[in-house]
């Protein structure tokens, strides 16, 4: 079944308090952290038990082994990874959209240094997420427009709530990455659960390292044990593909940053050129006085 009204409300109540925790402590507008209570109230409310979605016939019936599918790996996470044991990833929401969340991300034209926003419970974090995509579109012409930074807007197929609204149903598994193939499936659910055993507040780069840690693990012992042959070579063609981009993601990153450097040198170099001017020029006129 799906959210009792009771519990829906206490949700609402539990989000709203913490928005008004963030209100009160920042200056992210109040209309934001209304659409995040709207938009999470919304992805529970519209989350049903798997076997809910198995029993029924009108369930899409490629959806149903997948489901039985997530419902083994979940199994398989605290059996076998020592993951959490906890009502997450018991349910199903189908969002009818391509994306859980779309996040803004923002730096200057000439640094790789992201523009951080600050939130209650996460901390402060290089992106910003929004439920409607206009919305996250909307802000990164603002960002542009009135910060001159570069911005993208991009699609997140899922999130962790940190395990702290377990009491109200967690975490669902979601239509953004159900029909994911096996290895990748195994992976999604691995990293968001370990992000409900370790998060530290303010650090994004050892939060996201550590869930990706586990997740490797977790996907090598499920794939050795668990998975068929034609699993295996699916996700060693997929991750051999992802490995590929990191490595020329990082090589681009390197090379921006010593271009990036070699112009803040220049502009170093050229203000030290223009006050060693100034300052000539001013004991000049300061000569020429007497």
Known sequence: ??????????????????????????????????????GHIALMTAARPIDDWLADPA?????KPRLELARRIRAFAVS?????????YHRYSDLKRRAAVWNVAAAPPDSLTLRRWCFPVVGCVGYRGYYDEADAKALAAQL???????VRVYGVPAYSTLGWLNWAGG???????????????ARMVFHELAHQVV??????????????????????HWLATQASEQARRDYAAFDGRRRAFRQLSRDTRDELNRVYAQKRRWRTTRK??????QKQWRIFVSATRH
């Open 199 to 220: 998060y530290v507040r303010d650090d994004t780069m050892f939060n996201e390292s550590y869930a990706t840690a586990v997740e490797r693990l977790g996907v090598r």
């Open 171 to 185: 975490d669902p598994l979601l239509s953004t990455f159900i029909r994911y193939p096996e290895g990748e499936l």
């Open 272 to 277: 030290r050129c223009l006050l060693s001017s």
């Open 1 to 38: 079944m799906a959210l009792t009204h009771r519990t829906s409300r206490r949700l609402a109540l539990f989000l709203a308090a913490l928005a008004a925790l963030g209100v009160l402590g920042g200056c992210t507008p109040v209309a934001y952290y209304a659409q995040s209570v709207q």
């Open 144 to 150: 542009e427009k009135d910060e001159g930074l570069e």
């Open 80 to 88: 076998d990874l020592a993951l959490p044991d906890n009502a997450s």
């Open 59 to 63: 369930t899409p019936a490629d959806l």
